[in-house]
């Protein structure tokens, strides 16, 4: 069955330092691997998403991830924090064999940033 | 604006009641898939249906269901509601017929409170 564990519920970082946001998965065949971004009273926005190919994704707001298969992992990065980043992350997994969209979320980093 | 549209944003009810929940998805999109969301369990799917036609379930209590009508709105349906009920509802779209790899747009949610 798949799986996805955050590291850390809460993550706070000042303005301008690194964000890294942990994910690793459990999935017995090649996964699709999301990460969403959840601000106060809205829904989930993608972030980004992994498929195939380039095992570095790029995605929106300066975030990226890498897919690190040896580690089972998918990180979130960026660069800079800045305080509009402050919200709720969540990293999903879905694989090839599912008819329905039946993708798994992980329970979420609340992400803060410090002036 | 993700174009998901989910009545009402807000219901307070008492237990044994009954609500329903309603989302229109994208304009185009022929997948509907619904999520709760609570503190202790985190985002969890639970039903996904494609034009019309359920194609996969998650965690869906049996008092709970769901249908999408010719229009391609979907609504929820929750009976015999408990306490432990009140979470967040989403309701997410999608083009495709849920390949793990397609990006779901998210609306911006229901908040059910039972009393």
């Known amino acids: 069955a798949q799986s996805v564990t955050q590291l850390g519920s809460h993550v706070s970082v000042s303005e301008g330092a690194l964000v890294l946001l942990r994910c690793n998965y459990s999935?017995?065949?090649?996964?699709?691997l999301f990460w969403y971004v959840q601000y106060p009273n809205q829904g989930l926005q993608l972030l980004l998403k992994y498929t195939t190919g380039a095992t570095l994704v790029k995605g929106i707001n300066g975030f990226e991830a890498e897919f690190k298969k040896s580690e089972t992992s998918f990180h979130l990065t960026k660069p800079s924090a800045h305080m509009s980043d402050a919200a709720e992350y969540f990293c999903?997994?879905?694989?090839?064999?599912?008819?329905?969209?039946?993708?798994?979320f992980g329970a979420g980093t609340r992400l803060f940033v410090k002036a | 604006d993700s174009g998901v549209t989910q009545t009402p944003k807000h219901l307070i009810t008492a237990t044994g009641q009954r609500v329903t929940l309603r989302c229109s998805p994208r304009?185009?999109?022929?997948?509907v898939y619904w999520y709760q969301q609570s503190l202790d369990q985190g985002l969890q799917f639970l039903i996904h249906y494609y034009n019309g036609e359920e194609r996969a379930k998650g965690n869906i209590l049996e008092r709970f269901s769901a249908q999408q009508f010719p229009d391609l709105h979907s609504e929820l349906n929750l009976s015999s509601l408990e306490l432990g009920d009140s979470a967040l509802y989403f309701c997410?779209?999608?083009?495709?017929?849920?390949?793990?790899?397609?990006?779901?747009?998210f609306g911006q949610g229901t908040r059910l409170t039972v009393v």
């Open positions: 999935s017995s065949v090649p996964p699709y």
């Open positions: 997410a779209s999608s083009v495709a017929e849920g390949k793990p790899n397609t990006e779901a747009f």
């Open positions: 999903a997994v879905s694989d090839g064999r599912t008819g329905g969209f039946k993708t798994i």
């Open positions: 304009s185009g999109d022929l997948s």
